[in-house]
């Protein structure tokens, strides 16, 4: 079994839906983080969580939002999809040591 | 902030060596790692380095050198499944966030 399972791996919705994408992680990592990844653009960072109480903002968090429901989950919602937000998606987890940072298989979503 | 150049593409030729740069502009500098990502596939983790000098891991080995903002990725004996993008990412100083490059996509042909 993966340490860091992200569901759906797919997904295909339409402008204006509410969309979740869940990660979960069996590692006993405290760190967390979203990223996405646009061809060319390399991963960016969306949010980011050092324990269930602390969240942050990335660098291109507009759009999103997150929640850490425990030390295992954390997910990224899309409020109102738009198609600029059609891209692939990673989750990673990380110890207190930082590093390295493991990743999920990944989240394709595709919005039209 | 900071600013990671990495050439975008490059081919090389099965067992051959293969050598890809990364250079950096950071406010401050706590790490360097090495990712392999296949195509569709998660980044998966091939080296770190923090001080400088090389770092071996089998035919996979990784320089450093922090007064010149500059790194590279060496990997010998070239095999066909080394096929994908190698992506360079920076630590900053006091943080755990990663910041990446674009990533370089290495083609292995016969």
């Known amino acids: 079994d993966a340490d860091v399972t992200q569901t759906p791996r797919n997904r295909i919705t339409k402008t204006g839906k509410r969309i979740m994408l869940e990660c979960s992680q069996t590692k006993g990592h405290d760190r967390m983080y979203w990223y996405r990844q646009d061809p060319g653009l390399g991963l960016q960072l969306i949010y980011y969580s050092f324990d269930v109480k602390d969240i942050n903002k990335g660098e291109i968090s507009d759009g999103y939002s997150v929640s850490r429901q425990a030390q295992a989950k954390f997910s990224l919602s899309l409020e109102s999809a738009i198609p600029n937000q059609t891209a692939l998606y990673f989750c990673?987890?990380?110890?207190?040591?930082?590093?390295?940072?493991?990743f999920g298989d990944g989240t394709r979503l595709s919005i039209l | 902030g900071q600013n990671i150049d990495q050439p975008t593409e490059m081919t090389a030729t099965e067992g051959a060596i293969v050598q890809i740069n990364c250079t950096y502009q950071?406010?401050?500098?706590?790490?360097l790692f090495w990712y392999q990502q296949h195509a569709g596939e998660a980044p998966t983790f091939l080296s770190y380095?923090?001080?400088?000098g090389l770092e071996e891991k089998g035919r996979f080995s990784s320089f450093l050198s922090r007064s010149k903002g500059y790194s590279y990725l060496l990997l010998k004996e070239l095999q066909m499944k080394d096929s994908a993008s190698y992506l360079c990412?920076?630590?900053?100083?006091?943080?755990?966030?990663?910041?990446f490059g674009k990533g370089t996509k290495l083609s292995v042909i016969p």
């Open positions: 990673a987890t990380s110890d207190r040591g930082g590093q390295p940072q493991h």
């Open positions: 380095n923090v001080l400088d």
């Open positions: 950071t406010s401050g500098f706590n790490g």
């Open positions: 990412a920076v630590r900053g100083a006091g943080s755990y966030q990663l910041t």
